[in-house]
Nanobody
């Protein structure tokens, strides 16, 4: 019912930058929390950055893994159903497959969490 399509991965030298994009399409009434995870072969998938949606309790917020704070910036464009990850000062340890993750409502009665297929980011030293 919903597809998350990532783009923007690639090979970059240490200290360089990349910008990942994720566009959601399909039956979407609202996107709640949305963010980025990454996974290295043999290790668990880990949260990189997430945007918490606005709620009746207050405006939304962003959370980052400690390892990327100050280097990565997450943003979203609600009109385009998209989320972005600007990655600056990349390090070899950032090498991983990056996945988009979204908590998406189809209508007021149903929704679920979706994952994209992933995009490879490789940082050479």
């Amino acid at each position: 019912q919903v597809q998350l399509q990532e783009s923007g991965g690639g090979l970059v030298q240490s200290g360089g930058s990349l910008r990942l994009s994720c566009a959601a399409s399909g039956t979407i009434s609202k996107i709640n929390n949305i963010g980025w995870y990454r996974q290295v072969p043999g290790l668990q998938r880990e949260l990189v950055a997430i945007i918490i949606s606005d709620s009746v309790f207050g405006p939304g917020s962003t959370n980052y893994a400690d390892s990327v704070k100050g280097r990565f910036t997450i943003s979203r464009d609600n009109a385009k159903n998209s989320v972005y990850l600007q990655m600056d000062n990349l390090k070899p340890e950032d090498t991983a497959v990056y996945y988009c993750n979204g908590d998406i409502q189809h209508n007021q009665y149903s929704g679920r969490v979706y994952w994209g297929q992933g995009t490879q980011v490789t940082v050479s030293s």
